[in-house]
């Protein structure tokens, strides 16, 4: 049995602050393993001690992805093996460009069982890759994951959903997004740390992958922010709390948002 | 020359952060406030093997290098110093003198436990009338047969309740002149003759337990003799040396600390109108703990690198905590005064960390003997 568990190596937003002007200055923050994937790594990690799968975890990007820490960091987390595409044509690749390059590198593992993602990537957020993946390979995809247990073919799928809890069973391969509470993630310990670097990397060459060309480009062409308005700042002083409601119901009227 | 940590050291700063930040950070004021020693986080540690980090694995050890040690103390301590003392006096005080000048059966019989963390561990040099001056200590060890029987106490020696193995300091010949007497011993928590006393009610590090170590005609094998006869005081200094880049390392959490907590209030205390860390007043305090701690941390690290590449270490670890210590008690303060009012109360971390950076000056060697220390090999 063999899961693939793609992960990102990216800065995160919080460390990064906004121009005036509205552009991001990302130049302070430092990389990490985006923040959910190490649930996904966990998560997974629980299924292959199991049942004895092997853990691959696969990133793909542009320059920095490959960078040694970035291996030892998903490594230590108790990852068999890693497998990297680092190019900088992937710099500005959108999520169905990083699907095609994550589905091209998944066929390359061959057999592969199970795909576990992180929620949504730290940067981005978009939580399209997963859906798009499983689009790619023809599998199925389930979002939210709090659990999964099982072997491969009968795979049993917890999802945390509105309300309550959803149990699925899969049979054959599937892509699934663990939620992003899904699992605590442990702390590696220090002899994980210092072991991990022993541990295989295998770097693929992207043209290698042969990933069909896209048949749609999307270009982001601008940036806006909507106007800010001036505050009224409109003070209600009434002391009994029933007056005080109707006159916030009347002035809410009165704007035009009631 | 090259100021760039290796993979693995940065990894470990930033996984024990994570850990740190978890488990230690929620309750270091609380452990802080109710005088309460953390026991439940030393199993959590040792399983990651933060009680044994700098010795081989084959040993019970991590295998890292001391580097990697230091900046794991670093931000133990940055979390809650309690923890940091109680890391770095079992790692540096009780493990190392039984790593280094242990012979095979003492390292058979100890060393895999306490580098692994299942059995905690304590120095007993200080007397209360040999604090400083460690060789006037009056606890002796006659010889008697095969056994030596102790006599005398022992201060302010931390873990002692909850440790199971203690490394002590005994005067085999009190005629000896000078520091040639004094010779070390293992001596294990439940031997007859031996007991803990009352923990001292301290200004910081309160989680820490302090207390004194009773001897009373307390009879121990021979064999647990350590690094020979009238070795003690070379023992004691030598595990010192190391030692003091711990409480470097201490030092250096804590101003961290205090600094982090600084800035994060300087930006949402508004005054005047505005967050007072658009005042100048106040980014001129910044920048001066921000430039003090780069720099001890630079000494610290050096001294440590030291350790990783055989050099000589004693003076450069003897500038790294008489640094560091006096920098993390001067940048608490500057803590503090950022704080005004509020940094005076509990209601903030400040104040803990003010109190907690103080004994950094004192344990392991007071500033003044790290002058002492630094001065003879600057005259030499």
Known sequence: MKIVVPYKWTCDPEEATARADGTVDWSRARPGVSTYDPVAIELARGLAQATGAELIGVTVGAKGVGAAIASKAVLSRGLDRVVVVEDDSLKDAGRADIAAVLAAVVGHIGDVDLVVTGDSSVDVAAKMVPTTLAGLLGWPAVAEVAAVTGQPGTLRVERAIPGGVQTLEISGPAVLAASADAVTPHVPGMKDLLAAGKKPVEHLDLASLKVPARSAVMTVTGRSRPERKARKGQMIDTKDPAAAAAELVKALRGAGVL | ?380
């Not at chain 2, 670093?74 to 940091?84: I, L, N």
């Not at chain 2, 199971?164 to 294990?188: H, L, N, Q």
């Not at chain 2, 010192?240 to 959490?253: C, F, P, S, Y």
């Not at chain 2, 600084?262 to 005054?271: D, F, H, L, P, T």
């Open chain 2, 1 to 380: 020359m090259d100021f760039e940590l290796t993979d693995e050291q940065e990894l470990v700063r930033s996984t024990v952060r994570e850990f740190a930040d978890a488990e230690l950070a929620p309750a270091a004021a609380e452990v802080d406030r109710d005088h309460r020693f953390p026991e439940e986080v030393i199993p959590k540690m040792a399983g990651l093997s933060l009680m044994g980090m700098p010795w081989p694995e084959d040993v019970g050890g991590a295998g890292a290098d001391y580097l990697s040690y230091i900046i794991a103390l670093e931000e133990v301590s940055r979390a809650c110093a309690t923890t940091a003392v109680i890391m770095t006096a079992h790692t540096t005080l009780a493990t190392s003198p039984i790593y280094k000048f242990g012979n095979q059966a003492q390292k058979d019989k100890y060393l895999f436990d306490m580098a692994s963390g299942r059995r905690l561990g304590a120095f007993a040099l200080t007397e209360p009338a040999a604090g400083t001056d460690a060789a006037a200590g009056t606890t002796t060890a006659v010889l008697d047969g095969d056994s030596y029987v102790l006599n005398g106490s022992k201060i302010f020696i931390s873990n002692a309740p909850y440790a199971e193995i203690y490394i002590v300091f005994a005067k085999t010949d009190p005629d000896a002149p000078g520091t040639r007497g004094m010779s070390a011993f293992i001596v294990e928590r439940d031997t007859p003759g031996f007991s803990v006393g009352e923990a001292e009610h301290k200004l910081g590090i309160r989680g820490s337990s302090t207390p004194p170590l009773y001897f009373a005609n307390c009879r121990i094998p021979s064999e647990a003799l350590l690094g020979g006869e009238g070795k003690g005081f070379k023992v004691a200094m030598q595990t010192l040396d190391g030692g003091r880049i711990g409480i470097g390392a201490q030092a250096l959490g804590i101003a961290q600390a205090a600094l982090d907590a600084a800035v994060s209030y300087s930006k949402e205390r508004i005054q005047f109108g505005k967050p007072i860390a658009t005042l100048q007043a106040i980014q001129w305090m910044i920048a001066d703990m921000a430039t003090e701690i780069d720099a001890a941390r630079l000494l610290v690290y050096r001294a440590a690198s030291c350790i990783d590449h055989g050099k000589p270490y004693s003076t450069e670890g003897a500038m790294a905590k008489l640094f560091a210590s006096e920098t993390a008690t001067r940048v608490a303060g500057k803590a503090i005064q950022i704080h005004g009012g509020y940094g005076y109360t509990e209601d903030y971390p400040v104040e803990r960390h003010y109190r907690d950076a103080k004994i950094t000056e004192i344990y392991e060697g007071t500033s003044e003997v790290q002058r002492m220390v630094i001065s003879r090999a600057a005259l030499r």
